[in-house]
């Protein structure tokens, strides 16, 4: 059975730090690019990071550069976002989504699995 779950959510303060993972069954993540996704209340999804297969290539949105890092665990078959100096705005449900693609993409539609979220809320 194929399936990604995120994991490492939660509360944090601002300035604090989360650790997402997003592990893969039935497949092998790193012949796949892997996408971090995340959803507000109210607003539409929006790409976060991205990391192509067998690390071809990595992009991250301009509000999370410097802060956010990508990487791969092939022994784990799992992928991660690292998240530093989080801020409130980036509360959200994040999603990390997997395409059979050498190049990753922030285009939703390109990618074929999705997990099914965790909660990231960064308040004081």
């Known amino acids: 059975q194929v399936q990604l779950v995120e994991s490492g959510g939660g509360l944090v303060q601002p300035g604090g730090s989360l650790r997402l993972s997003c592990a893969a069954s039935?497949?092998?993540?790193?012949?796949?690019?892997i996408g971090w996704f995340r959803q507000a209340p109210g607003k539409e999804r929006e790409g976060v990071s991205c990391?192509?297969?067998?690390?071809?290539?990595?992009w991250y949105k301009d509000s999370v550069k410097g802060r956010f890092t990508v990487s791969r665990d092939n022994a784990k078959n799992t992928v991660y976002l690292l998240m530093n100096s989080l801020k409130p705005e980036d509360t959200a449900n994040y999603y990390c989504?997997?395409?059979?693609?050498?190049?990753?993409?922030?285009?939703?539609?390109?990618?074929?699995?999705w997990g099914q979220g965790t909660q990231v809320t960064v308040s004081s």
């Open positions: 990391i192509g297969s067998s690390d071809s290539s990595i």
């Open positions: 039935g497949f092998t993540l790193t012949a796949y690019a």
């Open positions: 989504a997997a395409a059979d693609h050498y190049y990753c993409s922030i285009r939703g539609s390109m990618y074929d699995y």
